[in-house]
Every structure is written in C-alpha cells, then in structure tokens.
C-alpha cells in the first residue's frame, strides 16, 4: 500500500508530521536536566486532558494492554471479585486478563453493538450488600463496534448502590478525542495509549490514577513489577524513572498535548464528532446499518458497518489495501467478517474523511455492493458544508 494515502483504522492514527518530528530526537541523558524538560510538563498536560486535578498521571512504556494489567496489578489481590461487561473485542479480553491475574469476574453479557449495560450493573452492584466486588471495569469506547458507553451513569450507579468499588475505565480509544472526566465521573484509573488521540506511534500506556487508587497499592497482593504505580509515583517528582523511558516519545506527546491544547479539548471533541457525523451520513446514504444499536451510543472516534448478507468485511478490508493502498478497520471476535470500521480520530480533516468514504464506495462497488457510486461522498459533503463546525474553525484561524 502506499504510504502517500491516510489510514483509516481506529489507532495507530496518521501521525501529523510536527509530531513525528518531536519524536525524531538525538539521545539524550534521561538522567540528565534535559529530561527535565520533557516529563514534568507532559504528566501535567495529562492530567488536563484527563480532567483530573486530583489524581495522578503515569506512563509506562507499553500499549493500552499494559495500562489494563497496570490497574488490576496495582490495586487488587488473588481471588478479589471484579464485575465487568462482555459487549466487544476489548471488554472481552480484558475479563481474560482478570482471570489470567486469578481474579474472580461476574460477567454481564450484552450483545455485540450495545452499549455497557448499566441497568444491570445498577442492579448487581445495589444487590452486593457486601460489597464483595472491589472492582467495577467500564469500556467507554468499545473499538470492534463503535460504542461508546455511559460512564457517568456508571458512577452515578455506583453512588447510588453506596458501592465502594474501585471503578477502572478504558479510554484507549476515547481519550483526547471524545470529552472524558475523571474526577467528575470518579474514575479511580484511565487507560490510554499513545497511539490513538495523541496521534503518536504506538509505545506509550498512559494511566490516570485517583487517590483511592493510590490507597489500594497498600493492601494489593497481586505481583507486579514493571507496571508498579509505587517505583513511578516515587521517582518521577524528580523527573527519574525506574527504568530507561522513551525519551522520542514522550517528546511527542508533550507536542501532542501543546498541540490539543491549542486547539482547545473542547474544539478537539467537537471537529471529532462533526467528522463522525459525515462519516455516518454517507453510510445512511448507502442504506448499511452501523453495528451500533443506539444512536445515542455512536462513537465519534470509529464507526463500524454492518456489511450486506453474504459478503465478508474482511474480504472488503483486504481488497480495499490491495486495489486502493488504504486501510479500514477489519471485523474483530464476534464481528469479525461481519463488519468494517472506518477510524476518524486523531488529526482528521473532511477531505480526509472524503477521501475514505470515496474510497470505500469503489471498493464496495468492485465487490459487486449494491451502493450507488458518489451517494456517500455527497451525503458527507452536505453535510460538513452545512455544518457550523467547519465554519467556526475557518473564521478562529
């Protein structure tokens, strides 16, 4: 495929080439006072866009996966109970991993395109008089659907029962592009990676850490070394960390931060939902369903289609990188060849986005889809033309 062309899966992002720069650095001493310069305003921008004054920011060299087993690691013990929904991809594996770390997981079932079910959590948690479960695992953006799910209500539920639990949340796919709140929502520990709203490569775990979290470490029995919020919280007030960091990276994510910040979050989630719009009114146009169920529920960071009876989404990914060079999100797990995602976070523009959803209507139309050719594009251009966003980003620049 050709490198020219912008990707359309939802993380690792297109990387906006000042940040690439920011990543491409000379080696430098991170023992040194130039590593001083790097860290200590990085952990702090974090926390901004975590909208956390509270908590702490931790990043460990990893993905999102590593900041999963971070939370479990550092705050639970063998045998404590955990409650969490199996409703995609990436709620499901990190139930396995609960279990893996020996964990005991009341899994809620909810179909594949739901949102969490936070009736039922309400339910279970009201119910648990003995409040046996320490931990409650929320999935705000369930990437294999595009769903993002309620974690407000979620609190909301959780203060309502009086139920002490730890609430962990992940926001791999949600965080810097959609509005997240950690101290409002009372999250205890939030999950991202530097490979999706930071528009950097992969390589980073960023974690968001409550107080109530940082209590649990006391009392945690579960072995951890390399992910231990302990070695982290101790050094890195003195800009040190308790093994060799990566210096590239966290260079770009302090100019991925200064670069959000200059945007403003709130204008990063708004140009987000308005690309998603266009992105969701060409698939209207060519009469697929979205996986996901409820309207309320959309993902503004990915959108994955349902595709016609008979016809693999896969097959339509691996086709679309062949004839084309451009990538879209393949079905994964339940939806795997069912479905394919089109990604629209990070540094997207409507032409971009224009240009995917063109690209997608040729291959749909080699595949023999039955779309009418153009019936997308002009869906999404009436739409980003009508739309106030784009008139409001052209007039502030």
């Given at each position: 495929m050709s490198i020219q062309n912008p990707v359309f899966i939802p993380g690792p992002t297109n990387i906006p080439e000042s940040l690439r720069k920011a990543c491409d650095m000379p080696t430098i001493d991170h023992r040194s006072s130039l590593f001083a310069e790097i860290l200590p305003p990085v952990l702090a921008g974090v926390k901004r866009v975590l909208k956390t004054e509270t908590g702490e920011a931790i990043i460990f060299p990893g993905s999102g996966t590593g900041g999963w087993e971070a939370a479990l690691s550092n705050t639970l013990s063998p045998g404590d109970k955990v409650l969490a929904a199996d409703f995609g991809m990436f709620s499901r594996k990190w139930i396995d991993m609960c279990r893996r770390h020996g964990l005991e997981v009341q899994v809620v079932e909810a179909p594949w395109g739901a949102a969490l079910p936070v009736g039922e959590f309400a339910a279970i948690l009201a119910a648990d008089t003995e409040h046996q479960i320490r931990a409650v695992l929320g999935t705000h953006n369930e990437t294999a659907t595009g769903v993002r799910s309620d974690i407000g209500g979620l609190r909301a539920a959780m203060d309502a029962a009086g139920h002490p639990a730890l609430l962990f949340v992940d926001g791999v796919s949600s965080i810097a592009s959609m509005d997240f709140r950690m101290d409002d929502w009372g999250v205890d520990v939030a999950i991202t990676g530097s490979q999706?709203?930071?528009?950097?490569?992969?390589?980073?775990?960023?974690?968001?850490?409550?107080?109530?979290?940082?209590?649990?470490?006391?009392?945690?029995?579960?072995?951890?070394?390399?992910?231990?919020?302990?070695?982290?919280?101790?050094?890195?007030?003195?800009?040190?960390?308790?093994?060799?960091?990566?210096?590239?990276?966290?260079?770009?994510?302090?100019?991925?931060?200064?670069?959000?910040?200059?945007?403003?979050?709130?204008?990063?989630?708004?140009?987000h939902?308005?690309?998603?719009?266009?992105?969701?009114?060409?698939?209207?146009?060519?009469?697929?369903?979205?996986?996901?169920?409820?309207?309320?529920?959309?993902?503004?960071?990915?959108?994955?289609?349902?595709?016609p009876e008979g016809i693999d989404g896969n097959a339509f990914v691996a086709h679309a990188e062949k004839r084309y060079g451009v990538s879209y999100g393949a079905g994964l797990g339940a939806v795997a060849g069912k479905v394919f995602r089109i990604g629209h976070l990070g540094q997207l523009t409507e032409t971009q986005a224009l240009a995917g959803i063109a690209t997608a209507e040729m291959a749909m139309a080699d595949l023999g889809i039955g779309i009418a050719p153009g019936s997308g594009v002009a869906a999404a251009q009436l739409f980003y033309r009508s739309s106030p966003v784009l008139a409001q980003r052209v007039a502030a620049e």
């Open positions: 999706k709203g930071f528009m950097l490569p992969a390589g980073l775990a960023v974690v968001g850490v409550s107080r109530k979290a940082i209590a649990a470490m006391e009392t945690a029995r579960l072995p951890r070394f390399y992910f231990d919020f302990r070695d982290m919280l101790a050094m890195n007030p003195a800009s040190g960390y308790p093994y060799t960091p990566v210096v590239g990276l966290l260079n770009g994510l302090k100019a991925a931060i200064a670069m959000i910040e200059a945007e403003g979050l709130d204008a990063v989630f708004a140009r939902h308005h690309i998603a719009e266009g992105v969701r009114e060409a698939v209207r146009a060519w009469g697929l369903p979205f996986c996901a169920t409820a309207p309320e529920s959309y993902s503004d960071t990915v959108t994955a289609i349902v595709m």
